[in-house]
């Protein structure tokens, strides 16, 4: 099993930023993927960004390409995801998920591991 714990997030103005944390522990030998989703009320789960375990790639969505960040220690087991310029529209619960095939990141399969969220407002 993997188990992954957020932390980070909060009340922030339009503008800042906040930076979203994920320590993974457990089986970590079979994640392929780390990720963050997000999902807003009334919303589905979106895709946000991604990296692979090794740290040596990475994936965006459009709408967070050149404000958001995504990066791994590899010592730690702990991704994290720096994010800039915000907007009132990134307001919404945060999930980072641990890809545990080799599917897309931005696939959600029934072996992925969640986090517990954490959520990010953002003030106009």
């Known amino acids: 099993q993997v188990q992954l714990v957020q932390s980070g997030g909060g009340l922030v103005q339009a503008g800042g930023s906040l930076r979203l944390s994920c320590a993974a522990s457990g089986r970590t030998s079979s994640i392929y993927t780390m990720a963050w989703f997000r999902q807003a009320p009334g919303k589905e789960r979106e895709f946000v960004a991604a990296i692979s375990w090794s740290g040596s790639t990475t994936y965006y969505a459009d709408s967070v390409k050149g404000r958001f960040t995504i990066s791994k220690d590899n010592a730690e087991n702990t991704v994290y995801l720096q994010m800039h310029s915000l907007k009132p529209e990134d307001t919404a619960v945060y999930y980072c998920?641990?890809?545990?095939?080799?599917?897309?990141?931005?696939?959600?399969?029934?072996?992925?591991?969640w986090g517990q969220g954490t959520l990010v407002t953002v003030s106009s």
């Open positions: 998920k641990a890809g545990r095939t080799a599917a897309q990141p931005l696939v959600i399969t029934a072996l992925d591991a």
